[in-house]
């Protein structure tokens, strides 16, 4: 049997060596642990990065990850602490959420709702009072709108589809009809009123008129042009001559007309043929 009692005072006398670290420079001081720009207001000079260390025991990148996995662990529990509201108070979290892009009353609240889990007595009394205002207002708007359709102005269009439908065809690109002071065109096909006809009076936009011949007014519009736009609706040819007649230019491209036959018709030789009028 080997005896080691004679090395016992070897190992006492042996100095731990340190264990070797990487020490990964901080980027925002370069190493000195102070801060590189001015701070004003500020007596303090390490930098807030390192903590005036002037280095990190992680990599940058083992860092982000854990900034990361943190900011997942917290958004899963703000999640969780959303749900069971939710499941409490199930239609004022729908409220909350869905005027949470505009309201800050609302913001407010779910962020309140994710990071503490729920209200206190007060803010839920002024969330459940939001919604009724809510409600309230809704109901009002869609009864108003209700109103104003009632009395709407629906126009025939099937005249005045197939005359822009066949200059369409014929590759004209951006066409007009033109009555007495009225314009109408046909609104851009990629924006939001695509299948609308714009409607201007004097060049000035009067309002628009949807798919199903609604009329939609501004409110400082003339009172005239609904009835306008009904005669020329029910006759555009008719229209068409009126308008020839009465300014001397063409109902469709807008030129004035010398020929008497074409005043006569209120629309030029060329626009004759192209929207067989």
């Known amino acids: 049997m080997?005896?080691?009692?004679?090395?016992?005072?070897?190992?006492d006398n042996e100095v731990p060596r340190e264990?070797?670290?990487?020490?990964?420079?901080?980027?925002?001081?370069?190493?000195?642990?102070l801060y590189q720009h001015v701070r004003l207001h500020e007596e303090r000079t390490h930098c807030f990065t390192c903590g005036g260390?002037?280095?990190?025991?992680?990599?940058?990148?083992?860092?982000?990850k854990a900034r990361d996995q943190r900011a997942q662990r917290e958004a899963s529990k703000e999640e969780s602490r959303w749900s069971v509201f939710a499941s409490k108070h199930e239609t004022l979290a729908a409220f909350l959420l869905d005027?949470?892009?505009?309201?800050?009353?609302?913001g407010d609240l779910v962020r309140s709702v994710k990071k503490y889990g729920n209200l206190s007595e007060r803010q839920l009394a002024a969330a459940y009072a939001s919604e009724e205002k809510h409600i309230a207002r809704q109901a009002a708007k869609q009864a108003e709108r209700a109103a104003a359709d009632a009395g709407r102005v629906v126009l025939d269009l099937t005249r005045i589809n197939e005359l822009f439908a066949g200059v369409l065809a014929k590759g004209l690109q951006k066409p007009v009809l033109r009555a007495d002071k009225l314009a109408i065109s046909i609104a851009p096909a990629t924006g939001k009123n695509?299948?609308?006809l714009y409607v201007k009076d004097e060049g000035e936009y009067a309002g628009k008129i949807d798919r199903a011949g609604k009329f939609f007014k501004l409110r400082?519009?003339?009172a005239e042009i609904e009835a306008e736009l009904v005669l020329l609706a029910t006759d555009p040819r008719a229209a068409a001559i009126a308008h020839g007649r009465n300014t001397g230019n063409c109902s469709c491209c807008g030129r004035q007309l010398t020929?008497?036959?074409?005043?006569?018709?209120?629309?030029?030789?060329?626009?004759?043929?192209?929207w067989a009028l």
């Open 259 to 274: 020929d008497p036959k074409s005043i006569e018709l209120g629309i030029g030789p060329i626009c004759l043929e192209k």
């Open 99 to 106: 005027t949470s892009s505009w309201s800050a009353f609302s």
């Open 53 to 64: 260390k002037g280095f990190f025991k992680t990599s940058a990148l083992a860092r982000r």
């Open 194 to 196: 695509a299948g609308c």
């Open 220 to 222: 400082e519009a003339r």
């Open 19 to 33: 264990t070797a670290q990487i020490k990964h420079t901080c980027t925002a001081c370069n190493g000195t642990g």
């Open 2 to 11: 080997i005896d080691f009692s004679d090395l016992t005072d070897d190992f």
